[in-house]
């Protein structure tokens, strides 16, 4: 499946949780990853979030669709961070 | 069609883009909105917002789904804006 993820989290954990997302999503902009992952993966990326983030005060949203979903994306301004091939 | 935008904007230019997406999408965390749009609103939203941004500076993502094609959301940790329906 193809995700996006966005965080809203403290400062405190926005290095932590960005390195975690790293080693399995795109980087895309100042918050967001997305990337194709497996239903297995799909799970570890979600329980790696909760292990990070204070549940009472961070927010992350993730967008999911089915495979082979690519969602359309356009950039207006800046691409803050080319989109680098870490999967 | 249905549309996701995740701006990362300088701080000088957040309440002014927040403001003008307000008028059009729903408010799903701090610097993400969505909403169904009409083609032309949607060239109405993009307008405003190259209006609003530094071009050299701002960065804003747009998502771009079919009609009826609303992506499965989840949210770990707080739901910091549950969405009201603006539209």
Redesign the interface.
């Known amino acids: 499946m193809y995700v ?1 993820i ?1 965080y ?2 403290n400062v405190a954990r926005v290095n932590k949780i960005k390195s975690f997302l790293r080693k399995h999503l795109n980087w ?5 990853f997305e990337g194709e992952v497996t239903k297995a993966e799909f799970e570890r990326i ?1 329980d790696g ?2 292990r990070i ?13 089915p495979l082979d979903f690519v ?10 961070n080319p989109i680098d091939d870490i999967i």
């Open positions: 996006i966005v809203d989290v895309v902009q100042n918050s967001v979600k979030i909760l983030i204070d549940e009472d005060e961070d927010s992350v949203i993730i967008y999911r669709f969602p359309k994306r356009e950039i207006l301004g800046i691409e803050k």
